[in-house]
């Protein structure tokens, strides 16, 4: 049928695949909330019809509107927001509770999208730069506040999604290479790491030396940039001191592992790895984990719910849901770049990368790779802020995608 022309089919089948699989997942962990998440998962369709059947041009002209509509709601959080697990970063109405970061990440998306599609943009202008840094900076810091670094984390998204309009990839570099010496820094001793970015500077300033022309800026840059990330080397274990207990323990898990905190930080971690390892290759089967159905792993239905899957499914079952998060992300990539709007692309690309921000931080959190920060797995963790906030974000991609299959120009 004709209006079936541009509906993307296998990017909404993995959509439907994933919720659907995950629900089932949580139901094993719990029952009730199994149902719960299916009734969230019945509101978000019917959000997403509205969506589906609404005009495609609504978002982009009430982007602003959306952005500020998300800004408010986070800076609602210091006076009415309720603590949850030791972070101040949920409205509570009754029985129910909304996370509003997760609907401040698309109003984000949308406003980039609609700046950078902009006639005046342009990312060599310095002011086109600080305001598109701006509208990812101020929800980012807002969020940082409350504090929730795992979701500030996330604004980095919008970054990939500068970086396919041209912005330049120093940025990515010099953002690893601060984060890498803050935790080498707490991992061995910081004069060691001192001697060797002084010998990797000296170096690079040698095969360099009659390339460049040596003024007083280009100077006054190398030596600041030198005295940064020695005063980083030596700053960390000072940095990292001053971080609440909890925090603390989920960076020092890393280099410990979570045994040296199986009573507090590690513990989460411990039981995760036990439940994914003790599946093998097929699993113990759905709800025959002994680990998930024992309650062992606190919290397993939102942020640690892979560990089910792995306990479950397997290594075999866990290893195709991986796939099906590397196709569906890599379609979404695809489908933004065949865009013939610039507000479509850069929304596509905001929307897959704000995705593997998430799949990778989690999968690398339920793993031992990365410090728990409490980011969900999408579509897939239990929550009803996060499931709908996804598929708002997934029904107005595929909408923008079905109007530009369907437009003439």
């Not at 004709?2 to 296998?10: Q, S, V």
């Not at 603590?83 to 609907?103: A, H, R």
């Not at 690893?176 to 970015?197: C, D, H, M």
């Not at 709908?388 to 107005?396: D, N, P, R, V, Y």
Request: overall charge positive; glycine content about 12%; aromatic content about 16%.
């Amino acid at each position: 049928m004709k209006w079936t022309e541009g509906i993307d089919k296998l990017g909404l089948g993995l959509y439907f695949l994933l919720c659907i699989f995950a629900i089932a997942n949580i139901y094993s962990v719990d029952q009730k909330l199994g149902e719960k998440q299916l009734v969230f998962f019945g509101i978000s369709l019917f959000v997403g019809l509205i969506i589906f059947v609404g005009r495609s041009k609504f978002f982009e002209n009430m982007s602003g509107i959306i952005y500020i509509g998300g800004v408010l709601l986070l800076i609602g959080l210091f006076p009415f927001g309720k603590e949850i697990l030791g972070q101040k970063n949920w409205y509570k109405f009754g029985s129910f509770t909304m996370q509003p970061v997760e609907f401040a990440k698309i109003g984000t998306a949308l406003m980039v999208s609609n700046y950078v599609s902009g006639p005046d943009f342009n990312l060599k202008n310095r002011k086109s730069l600080l305001t598109a840094l701006g509208i990812i900076g101020i929800p980012a810091v807002v969020v940082l506040a409350i504090p929730d670094v795992g979701s500030m984390l996330v604004f980095i998204a919008f970054f990939i999604a500068l970086y396919r309009e041209g912005l330049s990839g120093l940025l990515f570099g010099v953002g690893f290479l601060f984060a890498g010496v803050f935790l080498v820094s707490l991992a061995i001793p910081p004069v060691y790491v001192v001697i060797t970015i002084l010998l990797i500077a000296g170096g690079w300033i040698a095969m360099n030396y009659y390339k460049m022309s040596w003024n007083v800026i280009s100077i006054s840059s190398i030596a600041g940039s030198i005295l940064i990330l020695c005063g980083l080397a030596f700053g960390s274990p000072y940095i990292l001191e001053k971080l609440p207990k909890h925090q603390r323990e989920r960076i020092e898990v890393l280099f410990k592992g979570e045994k040296a905190f199986r009573d507090t930080s590690g513990y989460n971690l411990l039981y995760s790895k036990t439940a994914i390892g003790s599946g093998g290759l097929l699993g113990k089967g759905y709800r025959e984990g002994s680990v998930t159905q024992g309650k062992f792993v606190p919290e397993q239905e939102t942020d640690y719910i892979f560990c089910t899957v792995g306990e479950e499914w397997g290594f075999l079952g866990s290893a195709i849901l991986v796939l099906c998060y590397m196709v569906y992300i890599g379609r979404i990539y695809y489908l933004a770049e065949k865009q013939k709007s610039t507000f479509n692309r850069v929304f596509g690309y905001c929307f897959a990368s704000i995705l593997l921000m998430h799949f990778t931080i989690n999968l690398g959190m339920v793993m031992g790779l990365f410090p728990t920060v409490g980011i969900p797995l999408p579509y897939f963790s239990y929550g009803g802020s996060s499931l709908l906030a996804f598929s708002i974000m997934t029904f107005i991609f595929f909408k923008l995608n079905y109007a530009d299959k369907n437009s003439l120009v």
